[in-house]
């Protein structure tokens, strides 16, 4: 049995759509608390899919993202998919935060500001160590980046960081 499967299954046995959405909604309001970018583009949880272990949040991002061309700056969108991709780690992750190994972002189309931005994230790997997610960013219908990333598994105890 392939780890993908296993998995999914597992994910499928433990979290209903109903706990990963509480789940999704948490990790975005601890972040918005954490962070001064999450702050001043707030977004929100859309949809979860718990049999793909998917969650799709919704921006819109403000003139203060743009770059000397009126769009999107490639950095607010690495941004995006980076906390985006740390949403659905946390929601089926667990109880587990993490930061970020490395990720990579692939701009297909300019992203513009001040129109609602849909994010489609996946978390693909949950094991040891190591998480891995997968982002995708449609203005619309049209699909404008992709990403792909890993992230550390750590819990916190007080002032504590255990890694797991």
């Given at each position: 049995?392939?780890?993908?499967?296993?998995?999914?299954?597992i994910?499928?046995?433990?979290?209903?759509?109903?706990?990963a959405f509480?789940?999704?909604?948490?990790?975005?309001d601890?972040?918005?608390?954490?962070?001064?970018?999450?702050?001043?583009?707030?977004?929100?949880?859309?949809?979860?899919?718990?049999?793909?272990?998917?969650?799709?949040?919704?921006?819109?991002?403000?003139?203060?993202?743009?770059?000397?061309?009126?769009?999107?700056?490639?950095?607010?969108?690495?941004?995006?998919?980076?906390?985006?991709?740390?949403?659905?780690?946390?929601?089926y992750?667990g109880?587990?935060?993490?930061?970020?190994?490395?990720?990579?972002?692939?701009?297909?189309?300019?992203?513009?500001?001040?129109?609602?931005?849909?994010?489609?994230?996946?978390?693909?790997?949950i094991?040891?160590?190591?998480?891995?997610?997968?982002?995708?960013?449609?203005?619309?219908?049209?699909?404008?980046?992709?990403?792909?990333?890993?992230?550390?598994?750590?819990?916190?105890?007080?002032?504590q960081?255990?890694?797991?």
């Amino acid at each position: 049995m392939c780890a993908r499967f296993l998995f999914k299954k597992i994910m499928n046995d433990i979290i209903t759509k109903e706990e990963a959405f509480k789940r999704a909604k948490k990790a975005l309001d601890v972040l918005k608390k954490d962070f001064i970018l999450d702050r001043l583009v707030p977004g929100k949880v859309i949809d979860v899919d718990s049999k793909e272990c998917t969650v799709t949040l919704e921006y819109v991002l403000p003139d203060d993202c743009t770059n000397p061309w009126g769009i999107s700056h490639g950095g607010a969108t690495a941004w995006l998919c980076d906390l985006c991709m740390a949403v659905a780690i946390s929601t089926y992750g667990g109880a587990v935060h993490g930061t970020t190994i490395d990720m990579t972002v692939n701009y297909i189309e300019p992203i513009p500001l001040n129109q609602p931005i849909r994010v489609v994230t996946k978390c693909t790997k949950i094991g040891g160590f190591i998480r891995r997610g997968e982002s995708s960013v449609y203005v619309g219908s049209k699909l404008a980046a992709t990403s792909v990333g890993n992230y550390t598994g750590i819990k916190m105890a007080g002032e504590q960081v255990i890694k797991v």
